[in-house]
């Protein structure tokens, strides 16, 4: 058997209700596979800030740079909001990014049969959506330099939007090469009508795509794309985007799937070590209650496997075995006015009885 160490980072709000059900998941793939997980469980967010008096403590950095891979929950909540930026749970988020180097975060929306009623939009306009988010996830306006001051003429606060060619360059490539393994149609998302670093962002494209012949390329301003993904979601391929333009058109992207509860994500580097984690985030709202859906997480456990250990065919069992789950029962979030619905831990369940079958 194959043992690989899996960094558990399970955060606030929903994130250890959440995280539980994947473990549970993981485990029921190493009795049917050759395969091993050592799994050390670190605190980042609020917990850690509230233990240790920081976002990312060294231990849990360290944890997550000697495993193979990382799997978190979510992070922040209402408690911290008020905190300065360098003690605010989000923090603990770049910060593993930074510096685990993982600059291309991937956000499939794959449409589960079943679930279109529970989207906002009509089932034909959803007819045939496949799509994936690629984005940016080290630079951009997330880490350029910050500045609040007090001037003669008043305070003031700036967030630098900066993009090195090589930052840009090396997602661009990688979006290029999923477009060829997909339906190879890519679309780059910007706004260069406006901003500079959107211009440098579409130069690279046009400059990189000869390289991929196979790979029809367009480029879609960024406020006509957050229209377009309602209009004809189903044109879409594959986006690849920089970091704020990405975060936000995949939180819409998700309604497309019925549920931000569904959607998983990878964030990659070089090598093939990694960090999943679902697209929401901590949902204090309904933190603690038993009633958040595991989905995401879960199917951020099966693109770890498929992404950092090379276990395709596992990762393939569990989103059958999340599909056929969720046509058989939902959570809350997936559940119509008056439906019954089941608890984080019976969808865990379920998944894993849907597995040893
Ligand atoms: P959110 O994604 O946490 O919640 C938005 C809405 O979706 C809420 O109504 C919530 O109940 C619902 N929701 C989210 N996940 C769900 C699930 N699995 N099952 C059922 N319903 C679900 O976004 P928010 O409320 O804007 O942010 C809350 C906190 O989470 C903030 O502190 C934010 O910074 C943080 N956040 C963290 C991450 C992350 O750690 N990756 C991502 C996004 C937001
Ligand atoms: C996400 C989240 C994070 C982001 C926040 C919590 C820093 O919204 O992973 O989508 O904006 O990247
Ligand atoms: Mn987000």
Known sequence: KTTYQIALIPGDGIGPEIVAEAVKVLKQIERTESVQFEFSEVYAGGIAIDKFGEPLPDNTLTTARLADAVLLGAVGGPKWDQNPSHLRPEKALLGLRKELGLYSNLRPVTL?????????????????????????????????????????????????????????????????????????????????????????????????????????????????CAMQLLLRPSSFDVIVTENMFGDILSDEAAMLTGSIGLLPSASLGEGTKGMYEPVHGSAPDIAGKGIANPAATILSAALLLRHSLGMETAAQKIESAVQKVLSQVRTADLAAENEESVSTQEFGDRVVAALSK
């Not at 700036?158 to 993009?163: G, H, N, R």
């Not at 390289?211 to 960024?222: A, G, R, S, T």
């Open 112 to 224: 589960i049969s079943g679930m279109e009623a529970r989207s906002t939009l009509k089932a034909e306009v959803l007819s045939g959506v496949d799509l994936i988010v690629v984005r940016e996830l080290t630079g951009g306006i997330y880490f350029g330099e910050k500045k609040r001051e007090k001037t003669a003429q008043g305070e003031f606060a700036s967030d630098l939007l900066i993009y090195h060619e090589h930052e840009i360059e090396r997602i661009v490539h990688q979006a290029f090469s999923i477009a060829q393994n997909r339906k190879k149609h890519l679309t780059s998302v910007d706004k260069a009508n406006v901003l500079e670093s959107s211009r440098f962002w579409r130069e690279i494209v046009e400059r990189i795509a000869p390289e991929y012949p196979d790979v029809q390329v367009n480029h879609m301003l960024v406020d006509n």
